[in-house]
């Protein structure tokens, strides 16, 4: 290798470590500069006052947490859906259409075909209010004053048979004293305990089964075949 080569070979290696050290440099500087601008104000923006905060937190808790001052009855509530709401739910909470339906389905969640309704599967009251007043009516939402999510609260408990006066006054004192049909139902996630029996320090990874073997092959013509002599049936 002539001396001229290795010259270009030394210069080249140095002017590399030189860029290196300079790239490292900048990083650090720019990195410190970052940190220092993330710790001054930007000067945009000013801190929410405390009703706009109130605004935005409306959520409801299981415990009551949340609920705003107000009151309504089964029978105001009537009105209102029926101007508000039947459009989509139906006159009496069964639904229109292809829309959720609201009531009815006691008994049927060991069915094949369970109806999950407010009456016959939700475990909570304060999920119906805070749905209705964060999203209801469609189209629409954010509209309704705490009376009225009150009293359409109040007709959804009335329509699911849980009070039965349409007078009751359901309001934020006497709210967490409805309970749902199917709280009981409704338990902490135990899988920690419940599926112990079934953890393995060494899990099975790879060919942890034989192969499925072919009990029968489909004929019906609504179904997508996967060779030419008809879909397989596993």
């Known amino acids: ?6 010259l270009l070979g030394l210069a080249l290696l140095c002017g590399s470590a030189a860029a290196f ?14 940190a220092a601008k993330s710790s001054t104000k930007l000067g945009l923006g000013r801190i929410a006052l405390p009703e706009e905060i109130k605004a935005w937190d409306t959520d409801v808790r299981p415990d009551g947490k949340g609920l705003p001052v107000g009151k309504g009855t089964a029978k105001r509530g009537d009105v209102i859906f029926q101007a508000q ?23 049927t969640l060991k069915a094949d075909r369970p109806d999950k309704t407010i009456g016959s599967f939700w475990p909570d009251l304060s999920t119906v209010f805070d749905y209705i007043q964060r999203a209801m009516p469609f189209g629409n939402a954010r509209s309704l004053s705490n009376d009225d999510v ?7 408990l009335s329509m699911n048979d849980i009070i039965k006066d ?14 749902m049909p199917n709280a009981s139902a409704f338990y902490e996630d135990d899988r920690e305990t419940a599926e112990k029996q079934f953890w393995k320090k060494d899990p099975c990874m790879k060919d942890c089964r034989s192969a499925p073997k072919v009990t029968g092959r489909a004929m019906s013509v609504d179904v997508t075949p996967d060779g030419k002599s008809g879909p397989k049936v596993e």
């Not at 139906?90 to 389905?105: H, N, Y």
């Open 1 to 6: 290798m002539s001396r001229l080569v290795r």
């Open 21 to 34: 050290a300079i790239s490292q440099t900048s990083a650090q500087q720019i990195a410190a500069h970052d």
């Open 85 to 107: 709401c039947a459009v989509c739910h139906g006159e009496f909470g069964e639904g229109a259409g292809r829309w959720p339906v609201l009531a009815g389905g006691a008994g």
């Open 150 to 156: 009150y009293a359409l609260t109040a007709y959804l």
């Open 166 to 179: 349409e007078n009751f006054e359901l309001n934020e004192k006497n709210f967490t004293s409805i309970k």
